[in-house]
């Protein structure tokens, strides 16, 4: 844990104690603060009770002694409207923080110069999280890995001069981060999620745009008309900014060409051909500013090289799951809009027996419509069934089968029976999974369980420790 000294002798009001505010909570009173907790769910409130953590109704606390607000970033700071704790902070003048902010100005206090890698954008923010903490890793770096993915930062390791953080920051976490200024922030793409919370694109990216704005390095990714913008406002100032591109040769920078990576135009990195973990476009991308990252910290080509091709990648974000003959299947339940499944389609030229289907997303699959020559047969599943198979009659053979279980045994049927060359079962439903299974990773590790009970299977090497 990374007790929280700046608000010693401080009341602090915590609100929202799922798994982040409870540990945030008791970061808070290591350090010294006075804290008062609240939930508006019973069980978050008995965690904390039973944790030892003062709880109390914040509506009957007097605000004029609290010092500040930590609130869960899954608790409305602005849009649709604030939530009734936002509203009373704000009334009483009280900051309105989050635990990444927690964690910057302890860093602040007590290690300023920690490395600290924060990375954040619309798609790819775990894998790349993650293939950085790999390489620094195998770089020898003493490594602490949280955030929006894994661990809550504030349960990682104390503070120290050499241990290196590397943080996923959602945009709901950076919102509540003022004074974020990491030693390296990387910003890969941005296209339209979570408006319900923000309102608008030009807020979401403005939100996002405050991860790179203070740091000593940015990495961009300048595939996308908005990061595009945001590298080139950080260069007008003369701030370090490192371009990153899968779909452009860059003479400065570091871009993908294929499978491979290059810095300053014709500069090999690696290639990341023969790592199944990371097949597409997309994750070019992705290890492209790891690459770049990671050398920024003193990492050196081989390692970097060495380390991509080591990487196992994380469950339900294409993940080869196994072979059966020439036919592949890909768990990739992460994917639950149609902007993340096209990656997923991108990755495979053709032979795609596709499982796709949920609770859908507004647009449905109809903006995959170029990728459609490219799908064998459809396996609809969930309540968006209906919707999916009017977007895909007369264009995709598709087959209603309500279950998971059910169109994984007929996509497997289908694709070790024909004739394609390298057939691909893919899970990437564009949906949510909620009309089925409690969480996309539920779902994902139906699919894999059901894989690998199938006769004839050879797992891949990743499904170690799964």
């Given at each position: ?303 970097i090289a060495g380390a991509i091709t080591s990487f196992v990648g994380l469950p339900h974000r294409m993940e080869e799951v196994g072979r059966i003959g020439a036919t592949l299947f ?56 209906d919707d999916f198979a009017a977007t895909l009659e007369g264009k995709v053979p598709y087959t209603r089968c309500e279950t998971l279980e059910n169109a994984l045994t007929a996509a ?55």
């Open positions: 844990m990374i007790p929280i000294t700046s608000f010693a002798g401080k009341r602090v009001a915590v609100f929202g104690l799922g798994g982040s505010g409870l540990v945030t909570a008791e970061a808070l009173v290591a350090g010294g603060a006075d804290v008062v907790a609240w939930d508006d769910g019973e069980a978050g409130r008995a965690k904390a009770s039973a944790a030892g953590i003062r709880v109390a109704d914040l509506r009957a606390e007097d605000w004029s002694r609290i010092a500040a607000l930590v609130l869960s970033p899954g608790v409305p700071l602005t849009h649709p409207e604030p939530h009734w704790s936002a509203k009373l902070a704000q009334a009483a003048g009280v900051e309105i923080i989050g635990d990444i902010e927690l964690f910057c100005r302890e860093r602040a206090k007590v290690a300023p110069d920690a490395p600290f890698v924060a990375i954040t954008g619309t798609n790819g923010k775990s894998t790349t999280t993650a293939l950085i903490a790999h390489i620094l890793k195998a770089a020898g770096r003493d490594v602490q890995m949280g955030g929006n993915i894994g661990r809550a930062i504030l349960s990682l390791d104390p503070l120290t001069p050499e241990r290196v953080y590397v943080i996923e920051c959602s945009s709901f976490q950076i919102d509540l981060a003022p004074s974020l200024a990491p030693t390296v922030g990387v910003l890969l793409n941005l296209t339209p999620d979570h408006l319900d919370r923000h309102g608008t694109m030009e807020h979401y990216a403005a939100i996002k745009e405050r991860l790179v704005a203070r740091a000593k390095l940015a990495v961009i990714g300048i595939d996308d008309d908005w990061t595009a913008a945001i590298a080139a406002r950080r260069a007008e100032i003369d701030r370090p900014v490192v371009e990153i591109s899968a779909t452009s040769l860059l003479t400065e920078g570091v871009h993908a060409e294929g499978t491979r990576l290059y810095r300053d135009g014709d500069q090999l990195i690696a290639d990341i051909a023969g790592n199944g973990s990371l097949r597409g476009q997309h994750n070019a991308q992705n290890a492209a500013v790891a690459a770049a990252a990671v050398a920024a910290l003193g990492v050196d080509d081989a390692t890909i768990n990739d339940s992460k994917a639950t809009n149609a902007d993340s499944t096209e990656k997923a389609l991108a990755a495979f030229p053709g032979g795609i027996h596709w499982i796709v289907g949920g609770k859908p997303k507004e647009g449905g699959i109809a903006s995959l419509a170029s990728y459609f020559p490219r799908i064998a047969h459809a396996y609809l599943i969930g309540v968006s069934s497997t049927a289908n694709a070790t029976r024909s004739a394609e060359a390298q057939p691909v079962v893919l899970l990437s439903p564009a949906c949510a999974s909620y009309d089925q299974f409690p969480n996309f990773e539920v779902r994902g590790d139906r699919f894999r369980d059901l894989v690998l009970a199938l006769p004839g299977l050879i797992p891949a090497t990743s499904n170690k420790g799964h």
